[in-house]
């Protein structure tokens, strides 16, 4: 979801994931600085998102089976002006989880995994 909305939405016709297209000129999936792969985490979700809505609660553990790759930082607070926005981090506060912020187009992304309910 990530890279559609930069590339439809923001206009980032070249937005790309690293494992993909390392080379890219604009890469909106990076590499995490710690792989969750493999682990149990915990994510802190707000309070008010979709996501913690169809949980039913406002921490979570989810266990992930190959997960190394995560929205770029550099690029998360132009995501976060437009609609699409963080709401669920880990323990160090990085953005884990996104949604889009429009009724009409429910999804979750956390780079390149699968959110589960």
């Known amino acids: 979801m990530v890279l559609e909305y ?3 939405v923001l206009g980032l016709a070249d937005a790309d994931h690293a494992e993909e297209n390392p080379s890219a000129s604009v890469l909106m999936v990076v590499p995490l600085t710690c792989s969750v ?3 149990t985490n915990t994510f802190r979700l707000v309070p008010e998102s979709r996501v913690a809505a ?3 609660k406002e921490e979570i553990e989810e266990t992930y089976g190959t997960c190394n790759y995560g929205v770029n930082p550099a690029w998360a607070p132009l995501l976060e002006q437009n609609e699409l ?3 669920g981090v880990d323990t160090e506060g990085v953005s884990r989880i996104m949604e889009l912020d ?3 187009d429910q999804g979750a992304s956390s780079g390149g995994g699968r959110l589960r309910p």
């Open 6 to 8: 930069a590339r439809n």
């Open 54 to 56: 169809l949980y039913g």
């Open 85 to 87: 926005r963080t709401v």
């Open 37 to 39: 792969s493999e682990t």
């Open 102 to 104: 429009s009724p009409a």
